[in-house]
């Protein structure tokens, strides 16, 4: 099968069903900013083993629950940094494991902090339009920041760890 054929085979069958249940968990009430969406783009670029099938399954995603939740202005600030993250995470999809899951749940969840915040500040009216006003928005921020880290942890870890016991049950 060619490398650039977007296909969902049957070994991706059981990582759709845990990045769609992802999708339907942000449509239930939940914590501020206690998603699964940053581990979405995570265990998209691990789960698929063809990058336009990553990134097509996590940009249908997304925009299936953004229908159900709403799109606003900012939703470049949201999207792009997910985009980085399941880029990323494709490229070393084979040195993932539950060890390093950690570190890149930390690096992915500052990338989103970062970069959708920093859409706040530019595009929002909340904070002056000046380095003061980006630096108070990110401190301001900060207490979104745990329930991010969390559900990052959460959500990634149990992803990899139903897809391990999936995989090792029916050995595709």
């Not at 993250?85 to 749940?105: A, D, E, H, R």
């Not at 003061?132 to 942890?153: D, M, R, V, W």
């Amino acid at each position: 099968m060619s490398e650039n054929k977007i296909v969902l085979e049957k070994q991706n069958l059981f990582p759709f069903l845990i990045i769609l249940i992802m999708v339907l968990s942000r449509l239930i009430p939940h914590p501020p900013n206690f998603t699964p969406i940053i581990s979405m783009a995570m265990m998209s670029g691990y789960f698929f083993k063809n990058f336009n099938l990553s990134v097509l399954i996590l940009a249908f995603t997304i925009l299936l629950s953004d229908l159900f939740l709403g799109f606003h202005n900012n939703m470049i600030f949201v999207y792009m940094p997910l985009f980085i993250i399941v880029s990323f995470c494709f490229k070393i999809s084979t040195k993932i494991n539950y060890k390093n899951l950690f570190f890149l749940g930390v690096g992915s969840s500052l990338i989103f902090f970062l970069i959708s915040n920093f859409g706040v500040w530019l595009l929002g009216n909340m904070y002056e339009n000046n380095i003061n006003g980006l630096i108070n928005c990110y401190i301001l921020a900060i207490p979104f920041f745990k329930n991010t880290l969390l559900s990052t942890f959460i959500f990634s870890y149990g992803a990899y760890g139903a897809n391990f016991l999936y995989s090792k049950k029916f050995s595709y």
